[in-house]
């Protein structure tokens, strides 16, 4: 079974504006942690927010929020004031104590653009 | 800081051929990890390490192998290259309880 579901291969946004990147997992455990990375068009892989189990705020980093719902087992992350700077690849990933050694499971991302 | 560092940056392979993905970090991270990316697919774990003298396979470790000697060090091997391993790599190190510092990727080309 899929650990990780983004289900929008596709978003776009118009600069100033918010988005939200949709993210839901599949766990049993009660521990785990929630990461979300962006990987611009040059490649690399950015670490942008954590937000773990137990934690009772959302993360908040900047511009980007963590609208984490653990019923509905949903980790949405949100970019406010969008900028053109933020069209990119984005990745939710799940670390739980199932993980082998600290493994993260990773969802197949979104694509991001935002348009003037 | 220098964090993950993987080199080459870039390489084209001629089916058959082998050749090593270096990857050093200056972290002291124990857990250190690989994965390859390929178009709308995500990340798949390839090898994975707990420490030096100590690996294990992933999800997709066929046609590859690693060596953990130092904890420094984690290459990963590409024996007889094929096409199928056409792939953007990325290796990664951990601590225990955390998230990935990734180095910034090999873009390989098995033609």
């Known amino acids: 079974a899929q650990k990780i579901t983004q289900t929008q291969p596709g978003m776009f946004v118009q600069e100033k504006e918010a988005v939200t990147l949709d993210c839901t997992y599949d766990t049993s455990d009660q521990s785990y942690g929630l990461f979300w990375y962006k990987q611009p068009s040059s490649g690399e892989m950015i670490f942008l927010i954590y937000?773990?189990?137990?934690?009772?705020q959302n993360a908040t980093e900047g511009r980007y929020s963590l609208n984490f719902q653990k019923a509905r087992k949903s980790a949405n992350l949100v970019i406010s004031a969008s900028q053109l700077g933020d069209s990119a690849m984005y990745f939710c990933?799940?670390?739980?104590?199932?993980?082998?050694?600290?493994?993260?499971?990773f969802g197949r991302g979104t694509q991001l653009t935002v348009w003037p | 800081n220098a964090g993950v560092t993987q080199t080459p940056k870039f390489r084209i392979l001629k089916i058959g051929q082998s050749m090593t993905l270096q990857c050093t970090q200056d972290?002291?991270?124990?857990?250190m990890y690989w994965y390859r990316q390929d178009p709308g697919m995500g990340l798949k774990l390839i090898y994975y390490?707990?420490?030096?003298?100590?690996?294990d396979k992933g999800e997709v470790p066929n046609g590859y192998n690693v060596s953990r000697s130092t904890t420094e060090d984690f290459p990963l091997r590409l024996e007889l290259a094929a096409p199928s391993q056409t792939s953007v790599y990325f290796c990664?190190?951990?601590?225990?309880?955390?998230?990935?510092?990734f180095g910034s990727g090999t873009r390989l080309t098995v033609v």
């Open positions: 390490s707990v420490g030096a003298g100590i690996t």
């Open positions: 990664a190190s951990s601590p225990p309880s955390y998230g990935y510092t």
């Open positions: 972290m002291n991270h124990n857990y």
């Open positions: 937000q773990g189990s137990y934690d009772e």
């Open positions: 990933a799940m670390k739980d104590r199932g993980s082998t050694l600290g493994r993260l499971y």
